[in-house]
């Protein structure tokens, strides 16, 4: 396999398509921090931040996992299992998502240079979590809460409370849906020994956890409606967003996980993209008039 052939692999492993579930919560909090739209630089070097932080993260993921998911049915098709691509290659990818990662963080400003092996860690301990906690979900939730957060220092050089509020929204989203997701392995990581939110509840008491979350989402949201200042837009994209987290859980009711794509991936990819639009719009509409 030719290196064009391997990157395609590589890509399609760590499904880089994803991006846009926190991408677009990364561009609102520069939205919100630059109190409009942020300089191209600052948008080209977030943009690189994010695309190396996440094609690390989950080619770590890939690598260090790769002897559970080759025992697991739903995963033994992966790149690494099935012997599609080697974990040396994927290594040098690895290497190379980081230094991308450290490079933009160097470009946007000295905090977030600082805070870089911070992210870092948290992307690493992510991989392990399920060998001793149940926690695992919000471990991934800190991950992509760093997108917003990290979005806002590199435009501020500053924590600010809109950014902190922002980003626990994204923690508490990304955990909610990351439990309806670990669903599907429920039975696995209780015969594998491995810890979930699933494993640990079962059927029922996640589903209620996930729910739990996605309100705790919702409020802080409104909270970041209060501290930023933000109008009408911004509450009619809320709405939008709350729509559908209730659409998310409503195709899962009972249980049942047949339709879990469109709820994971359809309504979560909806959700971050109307978000941030809203946010832009309101944004821009405010400066207008100011």
Not at 96 to 101: E, G, K, P, T
Request: with cysteine; net charge positive; charged share 10%.
């Amino acid at each position: 396999m030719g290196m064009f052939g391997k990157v395609k692999v590589f890509l399609e492993m760590i499904k880089f398509s994803h991006t846009v579930f926190a991408l677009p919560f990364a561009f609102t909090g520069a939205v919100l921090a630059a109190g409009g739209v942020p300089t191209a630089h600052q948008a080209f070097w977030i943009l690189m931040a994010m695309v190396g932080a996440r094609t690390a993260a989950m080619g770590m993921n890939r690598v260090i996992d790769a002897e559970i998911d080759a025992r697991n049915p739903r995963t033994a098709g992966r790149a690494i299992p099935a012997g599609l691509i080697g974990r040396g290659t994927v290594l040098a990818f690895i290497v190379v998502s980081i230094l991308l990662m450290l490079y933009a963080a160097h470009r946007l400003n000295p905090l977030c240079l600082y805070l870089s092996p911070v992210a870092l860690f948290f992307l690493v301990l992510y991989s392990y979590c399920k060998r001793f906690t149940a926690l695992a979900h919000v471990v991934l939730g800190i991950c992509l809460a760093a997108a917003p957060l990290g979005a806002w220092i590199a435009i501020r050089g500053t924590v600010e409370l809109p950014a902190v509020l922002l980003a626990l929204a994204v923690l508490f989203w990304v955990a909610g849906f990351d439990i309806l997701y670990a669903l599907q392995d429920l039975e696995f990581d209780q015969e594998a020994g491995l810890h979930s939110i699933p494993s640990r509840l079962g059927m029922s008491g996640s589903l209620w956890t996930a729910r739990l979350f996605h309100v705790a989402m919702v409020a802080l949201l409104a909270g970041l409606y209060v501290s930023a200042g933000l109008g009408a837009w911004y509450l009619a994209g809320l709405g939008l967003c709350v729509a559908m987290l209730l659409y998310e859980h409503w195709l899962l009711r009972g249980g049942d996980l047949s339709r879990l794509d469109a709820a994971f991936f359809n309504m979560n990819g909806y959700i971050s993209i109307t978000l941030f639009a809203a946010t832009f719009v309101d944004v821009l509409v405010r400066k207008g008039g100011a």
